[in-house]
């Protein structure tokens, strides 16, 4: 169920669903309070605290994991201020290592133009460093969500999470076991990005193989957080932060992660039918009571105007994300700004697929035609490089 690729003020009544869970975290995100360095347990992990503290909510314990990578970023730009004052030395790089590494990234792309073509469109609108990162980034990410959701899904079990947790741990420490895995290790060498996001991910893993209802919108988030609000947060050191921003490390953070939110829940309301058939409801328990249904409208899968009122609402709450997420976008290094604003606008368009298949999610797929696909992309570009969005609106017509 995993989605990929790129904030938070007052808090809000809890039984209001039509609002973002992150909204409260914007007015922390604008505090003065952020522009002291936040300390850090370094003997605990970011997801042991994330589930520890059940009095918060996930919302609120997702935000320290935020913490945690803006401060790995800082920390990142003072070793490269300093690295830059050193005489350049060789690495020792061999030519074979090259061809290595070249062979390792171009098996990532074919993978990404194989099984995600919306995403590989995007990273086609990037610099050629940042789309390899990318695609290792999206293969072992999709790599992951293929054991519980791949052709052998039904014979994975805890133990081969773990397995493929400690093989995580070695190609964090150099020592990859593929030639996928080659690349994802060369990646995270150059980029401050946290093996804790990955475990988190597993985590998410975890959830799918003994968990098949969430009772509200807040078990639900910490579910996406994991399995793609951590995509997001591992994407902004890749793409970077524009030299000229203003904005807070954190709120940029916080951007990507309702990115990765948005995606999560845009594929949830376009796969409901292929989830329930195997058993699976990704949608909050106490909304579908409140709006007149249960788990048996779901399986029976039939439309009615109880179902479409209730989609409206969760089309809603998933395109609300969206708008938080595109106010971090033009923060980014610009050689990152129009991929992402296309993956982000060619996603968003699934949610008018599923209203123009008159939200029928259980035996339509909704998807975006490549002509549009198309058609997005000046639309993506006026955002990126004029910030015109009178004119992206215009175009997206």
């Known amino acids: 169920m995993s989605a990929v690729l790129c904030v938070v003020c007052p808090r809000v009544n809890a039984r209001d669903h039509s609002l973002p869970r992150n909204y409260c975290t914007q007015r ?52 490269r201020e300093l690295d830059l004052k050193k005489p350049v030395e060789n690495d020792g790089t061999t030519t074979t290592d090259w061809n290595r590494l070249n062979e390792a990234y171009e098996r990532c792309r074919e993978f990404c133009a ?8 995007g990273t086609l609108l990037m610099t050629p460093e940042l789309r390899r990162a990318f695609w290792a980034i999206r293969v072992w990410c999709r ?9 052998n899904a039904t014979y ?6 773990e397995r493929w947790e400690k093989r995580l741990t070695d190609l964090f420490e150099g020592r990859p076991s593929d030639v996928y895995d080659v690349a994802l290790s060369d990646t995270v060498s150059k ?13 998410g893993m975890k959830l799918d193989l003994r968990k098949s209802r969430y009772e509200n919108f807040d078990e ?14 591992m994407s902004v050191p890749v793409m970077g932060i524009a030299p000229e921003s203003k904005a807070s490390i954190e709120s940029v953070y916080n951007a990507a992660l309702a990115l990765g939110i948005a995606n999560q829940l845009t594929n949830i309301l376009r796969d409901v039918g292929e989830d329930a058939s195997r058993g699976r409801i990704y949608l909050p328990q ?5 709006a007149g249904l249960s788990d048996d409208d779901v399986f029976r899968g039939k439309v009615t105007n109880k179902w479409r009122s209730f989609m409206k609402g969760q089309i809603k709450r998933a395109r609300m994300f969206y708008d938080e997420a595109e106010k971090g976008v033009s923060e980014l290094n610009l050689t990152s700004r129009w991929g992402v604003w296309a993956s982000l606008l060619l996603y968003r368009q699934i949610l008018d697929a599923i209203e123009a298949n008159d939200y029928n999610n259980f035996t339509k797929r909704a998807y975006v035609p490549k002509a549009k696909k198309l058609v997005s992309l000046p639309a993506a570009y006026g955002r990126a490089f004029m910030g015109n969005s009178k004119l ?6």
Request: hydrophobic share 35%; with cysteine; proline share 4%.
């Open 143 to 151: 790599r992951t969500d293929e054991l519980v959701d791949g052709p």
């Open 114 to 121: 194989d099984h995600d073509d919306t995403f590989y469109l």
């Open 220 to 233: 639900l988030y910490l579910y996406c957080y994991c399995v793609a609000g951590t995509v997001g947060l």
């Open 191 to 203: 980029y401050p990005i946290d093996i804790q996001l990955f475990k988190d991910m597993i985590e």
């Open 28 to 79: 922390r995100c604008s505090s003065n309070k952020l522009s002291s360095k936040p300390s850090f347990s370094s003997g605990v992990s970011a997801y042991s605290r994330v589930v520890a503290n059940l009095s918060r909510s996930s919302e609120e314990r997702v935000y320290e994991v935020v913490l945690k990578q803006a401060a790995m970023v800082r920390e990142h730009r003072r070793g």
């Open 392 to 397: 992206a609106k215009l175009i997206m017509r």
């Open 156 to 161: 994975i079990t805890p133990k081969d999470l």
């Open 286 to 290: 106490d909304e579908l009571a409140q």
